[in-house]
């Protein structure tokens, strides 16, 4: 991946396997690696119920063409998120397609100006 990665994990300890499926999930904002300058992630384990089981959060903070772009599952009503791949799947499907929706409105405003 040519744009900066960083990745956090809150309330878990580090996993190579986890931190090797972010990357795969993140070559897909490569194709706007001329906007992005900065992709940060964040697994979190914020809820410890033992009888329900560990509900995990994925975030994403994506620096877009001088903006910034959140994305921040609640996954507390969700138990497919007891899964950290799924969550995973989830938030970035979701950032994938806001970065799609913010990178559309910025090249259409330039073609725009550019008139």
Do not use: C, W
């Not at 960083?6 to 795969?24: G, K, M, P, Q, V």
């Not at 507390?76 to 938030?91: C, F, I, L, S, T």
């Not at 950032?95 to 550019?114: I, L, P, Y």
Request: aromatic letters at 4%; a neutral charge.
């Amino acid at each position: 991946m040519s744009v900066p990665l960083r990745i956090t994990f809150r309330n878990l300890s580090h996993s190579d396997a986890i931190e090797a499926r972010i990357r795969e999930k993140a070559q897909k904002l490569d194709r706007y690696k001329e906007l992005v300058t900065d992709v940060h992630v964040v697994v979190d384990s914020p809820h410890n119920h033992h009888h329900k089981g560990r509900i995990y959060t994925v975030s994403l903070e994506v620096h877009v063409a001088g903006h910034e772009v959140h994305i921040n599952r609640d996954s507390g009503k969700n138990h497919g998120h007891e899964d950290v791949y799924v969550a995973m799947r989830d938030a970035f499907e979701a950032g994938v397609r806001q970065v799609d929706e913010h990178v559309t409105k910025h090249r259409a405003q330039e073609r725009a100006r550019a008139i």
